[in-house]
Structure formats: C-alpha cells, structure tokens
T-cell receptor, first 115, second 116 residues
C-alpha cells in the first residue's frame, strides 16, 4: 500500500458526461501528479500541483482540469467525455515535487470507461 | 531527444527461471536518473528503483538486480528465481537529474508472465 488513495476505483459513464476523480496524497506529501494510461498512448503525465498551486502541465486536454485543495487532496475533472478518454487515471504524490531524489508514490488508479 | 526503449513487449518464463528485462535509453543529458516501476495485474504502479547516472554500481535487492551500463546506455533488470507474483508489466523510465517528475519519460513497458 503506497499510502496514496484514489476514488472511485471504477467509473463507467457515457459520452458527453462529466466526472470527477479524487486523490489523497501520502501524509506529508505536498505534491500531487495526475497521469493517464491508455493502451495506445502509454503512461502520460497530465498535471502537477504543489501545495495548492499548479506546478507543471503536460499533455492535458482543455476539457480536463484539476485542482489541489488546502487539505492537499486533489481532484481531476474530465468533461465532455469522449470514447477515447477511457483509460486508467493515476494519481501520484511526492514530498516536495522539486527534487528527483524524492520518491514518487502512485495510487491504485481509477479506471474510467466511457460508453 | 530523450527516449526509453523496452524492446521486449511480452516475456513468458516458467517459475524459478531467471529473467532479464532490457531497457535502453537515449539522452543528451550528462546527468540523469533511471527508474524501474512494476504494474501488477491489480493495476497500481509500484516504484522499484531509482539510479543516479553517477553511480554505475550494480544493485541487488533480494531476487531483483539491476545492471547499469553507461557505455551501452542500458539499465537492465534481472529477476532471479522468478515467482508467479512477479507477473506484471515493468516500466523503465528516464529523467534529467535536475528536473522534476513531470519530465520523466516512460518506456512502453514489458509484460512478464511467470507460469507456475
């Protein structure tokens, strides 16, 4: 158990809908990262938050947004869902997000299926 | 450009056999980190090792060992006496030394099946 929790574990929804994925980092970790893993694109970095502020942005679609709250949990919002958004979404956390010497711990993932 | 290649897409071994997962990387950085992660069938990603490019010493952790060779830009992972619980997808990854996790480049993964 990495200490990173993600809910829900599975999510099935329809095209055009909006969903929210939730992540709680390990105790003491200030940085949260979101990744998308799909069969055709592999593991892709989406966005990083550090202590409530956006730190880095990757290949995140405009239909997707995220935020990190004062209690450090984070939410990834996916809207106007398309079939191609079906994927495993991972959250990860690390202590401060600036040093590669920190270890990054991943949550169990949320499997999103868009029908 | 930075790139990680894991040429073995799928590997099957019989339990107790040794198996080596290959990882070849390309980078123009003179200092960098290399990583291995494990993704078991349950889906979560598990950090296994981070290796600094300064340190070419091989590392052993139980049945796991890693062979880092800068001369061939390889960071191979060997599992000795494989077990069914080793069945997973294994990802090799690369980053600069003075960068952050958003810049990590993941390889495509090698799916390992250990048959009892």
């Amino acid at each position: 158990d990495s200490g990173v929790t993600q809910t829900p574990k599975h999510l099935i929804t329809a095209t055009g809908q909006r969903v929210t994925l939730r992540c709680s980092p390990r105790s003491g970790d200030l940085s949260v990262y979101w990744y998308q893993q799909s069969l055709d694109q592999g593991l892709q970095f989406l966005i990083q938050y550090y202590n409530g502020e956006e730190r880095a942005k990757g290949n995140i679609l405009e239909r997707f947004s995220a935020q990190q709250f004062p209690d450090l949990h984070s939410e990834l919002n996916l809207s106007s869902l398309e079939l191609g958004d079906s994927a495993l979404y991972f959250c990860a956390s690390s202590v401060d997000g600036t040093s590669m010497a920190d270890t990054q711990y991943f949550g169990p993932g949320t499997r999103l299926t868009v029908l | 450009a930075q790139k990680v290649t894991q040429a073995q897409t799928e590997i099957s071994v019989v339990e107790k056999e040794d198996v080596t997962l290959d990882c070849v990387y390309e980078t123009r950085d003179t200092t960098y980190y290399l990583f291995w992660y494990k993704q078991p069938p349950s889906g979560e990603l598990v950090f296994l090792i981070r290796r600094n490019s300064f340190d070419e010493q091989n590392e052993i952790s139980g049945r796991y060992s890693w062979n880092f060779q800068k001369s061939t830009s390889s960071f191979n992972f060997t599992i000795t006496a494989s077990q069914v619980v080793d069945s997973a997808v294994y990802f090799c990854a690369l980053s600069g030394l003075k960068t952050s996790y958003d810049k990590v480049i993941f390889g495509p993964g090698t799916s390992l099946s250990v048959i009892p």
